[in-house]
């Protein structure tokens, strides 16, 4: 229960941080100047505005969820409030879940607002079938799965790192998770067993970012774009593994906040 | 009650940590079904978005030397995945780009224009078929390194065997002979595409030299077996000659190849290189290799029948009644 | 049943880079709180009260020993529920309005939305902070802030409150409203266990006090107690002394001391408070006060305590 109440206070005090709104506004920006942008393709504009539409969408969103999130627990720490919260009958995994879900509450709303923008620029733009509307929505939903995964790998950090740190390391996994399939190939191009077994280790470690970009092994903007069938099956798996993976960085900050002493 | 440190606190981390581990073990299993659901469709490589490789060594921010290395990797993985290539056709439309990419990314490895060159240019289903491709490359890389020969002779080497093109194969040999390290040879080699283009001797001296000289196994193993095409090609078109002879003087075709050495043509009934002896069909006349055969045939193009052929009458007489 | 129990608490911190130096914060600690007492704890800063505080509000993990509040051990989150907090140097989200905090505290004590409205406003009145409910705490000068921290350590009318420096920042006015306070939740039946420096405050307020030191306990007991043994005469003043009255009180006093106009002695003990006080007024003398004077407890502080203090 108390999990909801944290998790209301950090959407306010989401929404009332003017990063967001930097954020949000330099997206909207993006979205529209795609209809700009489409004009100079001559017959691909639909690709175009889509395209960066939802590329708007995930780089912004990723970059609020690294922003926001390196402070979600560092700020607490940082400024002390952390010491008046706690002492209420609030638990520690109450406060870390409280705070995870009001940063994802904050994203889905902006996640949502970006959408519509996209579809009123593809509305703009004119000449597209209602399926092709539709169709946006499960490379939205791929996006906001990742979005989730980073904003816990973010959270993880900020429970002992300082924010330039958090920022750093998240950010480099967050690159490093695009390149997944790449570990695959310098394991299976090996030539020892060490190696091999060290490069199937760091595949599995690396939160898998590629997953939530490819479905049907196309780029999810890109088939979304061609307005190409989806895999859910796939759509499916990808969710499990980015429900457990961030269960596990949530479950690991609540074991490191839980254990921590505040001087 | 005297606590241990860990009761007293908001801790309690062991049951947190424990639920995480439990978590991190479901990860593997739940990215092999996702990975799954990926292999099953085509298996496209993951090619990041943007194109241009350019706009790619642009955002490369100083690791076109990674990038490069990853892209090359893929090429090779790319272009390796032939063997699946067996059981549905392969398309490789997208290795110009890639090698495009990789040479812009590090200019500076020359395998990519060397081996890349030559998988552009085999025909399908060894490479992509598209030699002019190939020379396109090539010409990228001369530009940045032209004083390496070995450009020139891989470029004069793609028009020369696929392109049929001996007059530029002749003069990017010549061109290569003129560099300070280029070896003795490459001006013969000029030479003899300049005056006697269509000639298996000068195109079997390619590939045995590229056998002798490259330091990939994969182009080692590509040159064997050019080679042992030709000496299957020279075999056939010195049967089909013999047995012309013979019908010419006995009436009718041999019954079999045994009968060319009784009749003296032949010192020895020959066999394919990899020691299988060759079908021969009296009715039709059809010499060729034994489904049996071991010898990866890649097919000798038929321009230099005629001057082999011209060779052999030159040798022993022409035969009449041309087949 | 005592309301805070606390028995041979020990706190180690493991400083320096590799955290190999163990500095002891606390020490073999022993305290008990009664209920319905005003309880000050006293030290020099560093002396350890806002490590035992935090403790006692799970913010630290003991090294050894045991800390039970009203019956429970210090961790549950129920016991939590009965007790109020206000931190040293408080800090709250300075984005939220006072108003907006008070209601986010109550709601995390589970008090519904009616009943919280009313509390809210109630408690903004009783701290004296009505005018400015919907005034961001980022604005709030120290002492405001001080007041909606003790706000929301009350909310929840706790059985218990603890504060940790409730006074500090804060000018006259405001330390006569806290002390006010205070006096208002003991009346309500309400524990008070607050740590100090400012020692007329707590003078002014405890029943008892633990002093403490480097992390050990120096004293502890009723106030009147360990500073009863330490009296020392009483101090007189008068005005309009004569010269011959000066000279005959001159014999009888230790210490005289013009002031003004007005005349200060000290008499060591009651036989010569009396003659003293006869000599003044039989010489016409105006007497202004009599006070006994004891060892304020600034000075038996800097008598035990500060002098071990190092000076930097």
Redesign the interface.
């Known amino acids: 229960m108390n999990i909801a109440v944290v998790a209301r206070n950090t959407f306010r005090e989401n929404i009332r941080d003017r990063v967001l709104y930097n954020l949000i506004l330099f997206a909207l920006v993006m979205t529209v100047s795609s209809i700009a942008l489409g004009q100079l393709t001559l017959g691909y504009e639909r690709k175009v505005i889509v395209d960066l539409g939802l590329s708007a969408i995930s780089i912004f969103g990723t970059l609020i969820a690294i922003f926001i999130g390196i402070g979600l627990v560092h700020k607490e720490l940082e400024r002390r409030t952390v010491y008046a919260l706690l002492s209420k009958p609030v638990r520690r995994h109450e406060f870390i879940l409280g705070k995870y879900l009001g940063l994802l509450a904050t994203l889905s709303v902006n996640v949502a607002v970006m959408t519509v923008g996209l579809w009123l620029s593809m509305l703009y733009q004119g000449g597209i079938e209602p399926a092709g509307y539709a169709r946006i929505l499960p490379a939205v939903y791929l996006i906001f799965l990742s979005l989730a995964l980073t904003t816990a790998l973010a959270l993880v950090f900020s429970t002992f790192s300082t924010p330039a740190l958090s920022a750093l390391f998240t950010l480099f996994l967050w690159i490093a998770g695009h390149f997944n399939y790449d570990l695959l190939e310098f394991a299976a191009t090996s030539r020892t067993a060490a190696m091999r077994r060290f490069f199937q280790a760091l595949y599995y470690l690396v939160p898998n970012f590629s997953n939530f970009t490819s479905i049907d092994s196309r780029n999810v903007i890109q088939s979304a774009a061609y307005a190409q069938p989806v895999d859910w099956t796939a759509v499916g798996w990808t969710t499990v593994y980015g429900l457990v993976y961030s269960g596990a960085l949530l479950a690991l900050a609540v074991a490191v906040f839980s254990r921590r002493d505040f001087k | 009650?005297?606590?241990t440190?860990?009761?007293?606190?908001?801790?309690?981390?062991?049951p947190?940590?424990a639920?995480?581990?439990?978590?991190?073990l479901?990860?593997?299993p739940?990215?092999d079904?996702?990975q799954?659901?990926?292999?099953a469709?085509?298996?496209?490589p993951?090619i990041l978005?943007f194109a241009s490789p350019d706009a790619i060594k642009k955002m490369a921010l100083g690791y076109e030397g990674l990038l490069a290395d990853?892209y090359w990797?893929?090429a090779i993985?790319y272009y390796g995945r032939r063997e699946e290539a067996e059981r549905r056709p392969v398309r490789y439309k997208n290795l110009a780009a890639m090698l495009d990419i990789t040479s812009t990314l590090d200019p500076d490895m020359l395998d990519v224009y060397r081996a890349g060159s030559i998988f552009l240019a085999e025909p399908d289903p060894v490479g992509a078929g598209q030699p002019e491709q190939a020379v396109a490359l090539l010409d990228k890389g001369i530009a940045r390194h032209p004083a390496e020969w070995r450009l020139r002779l891989d470029k004069g080497f793609i028009y020369f065997w696929f392109l049929k093109d001996y007059r530029h194969a002749g003069q990017a040999w010549l061109d290569g002979s003129r560099l300070a390290a280029a070896p003795p040879w490459m001006a013969g080699l000029a030479a003899m595409a300049l005056s006697r283009g269509g000639e298996i001797e000068t195109a079997k001296m390619l590939w045995r030299q590229q056998l002798e000289q490259s330091e990939r196994a994969d182009i080692r193993e590509n040159a064997r077996n050019h080679l042992a095409s030709t000496e299957v090609a020279e075999t056939l078109w010195t049967l089909e000659f013999f047995i012309e002879k013979y019908k010419e003087k006995a009436g009718r075709p041999p019954r079999q190849l045994e009968d060319l050495v009784r009749a003296g043509f032949l010192r020895r009934v020959p066999v394919d290189p990899s020691g299988v002896p060759y079908d021969y069909e009296p009715a039709s006349g059809y010499v060729g290799l034994a489904p049996e055969t071991k010898v990866r045939y890649l097919k000798v193009p038929e321009e230099y029948r005629a001057s082999f052929r011209r060779k052999l009458e030159e040798l022993y007489g022409s035969a009449s009644g041309r087949g | 049943m005592s309301v805070v129990q606390i028995e041979n608490l020990t706190k180690d911190f493991l400083v320096g880079f590799w955290r190999k130096r163990r500095v002891r914060a606390l020490d073999n600690l022993n305290l008990t709180v009664e209920p319905g007492e005003i309880f000050g704890f006293l030290g020099p800063n560093g002396a350890g009260k806002t490590t035992t505080l935090k403790i006692m509000m799970t913010l630290l993990r003991p090294t050894s020993g045991s800390v039970r509040i009203l019956g429970e051990p210090a961790a549950s989150a129920a016991m939590r529920r009965r007790i109020g907090y206000l931190p040293e140097n408080p800090y709250f989200y300075d984005y939220l309005t006072a108003e907006e905090m008070l209601t986010y505290v109550g709601r995390l004590y589970g008090i519904r939305r009616h009943a919280l409205r009313r509390k809210v406003g109630e408690l903004l009145e009783t701290v004296g902070l009505a005018e400015q409910a919907r005034v961001q705490l980022r604005k709030f000068s120290k002492g405001m802030t001080q007041r909606i921290g003790i706000a929301q350590a009350i909310i929840n009318d706790p059985e218990a409150v603890f504060l940790d420096e409730p006074m500090s920042g804060l000018d006259p006015l405001g330390r006569r409203d806290v002390r006010r306070i205070i006096t208002g939740l003991r009346e309500k039946g309400v524990t008070v266990f607050f740590s100090s420096h400012i020692l007329p405050d707590v003078e002014a307020l405890c029943d008892r006090v633990a002093i403490l030191h480097k992390g050990r306990l120096r004293e502890t007991g009723a106030l009147h107690e360990i500073l009863q043994v330490k009296i020392e005469g009483h101090e007189i003043i008068l005005a309009r002394v004569s010269a011959e009255t000066r000279a005959g009180l001159a014999a009888l006093c230790d210490e005289i001391r013009p002031m003004g106009d007005r005349l200060h002695l000290r008499a060591a003990d009651a036989g010569r408070l009396e003659a003293v006080l006869a000599r003044a007024l039989a010489g016409g003398a105006e007497l202004i006060s009599v006070n006994p004077v004891r060892a304020s407890l600034e000075e038996y502080f800097f008598r035990e305590v500060a002098a071990e203090v190092p000076r930097p």
């Open positions: 009650m005297t606590g440190g860990a009761r007293i606190s908001g801790g309690r981390m062991w947190w940590l639920l995480a581990v439990g978590a991190a479901a990860v593997p739940a990215q079904r996702v799954e659901r990926m292999q469709r085509a298996p496209d993951d978005y990853i990797m893929r993985q």
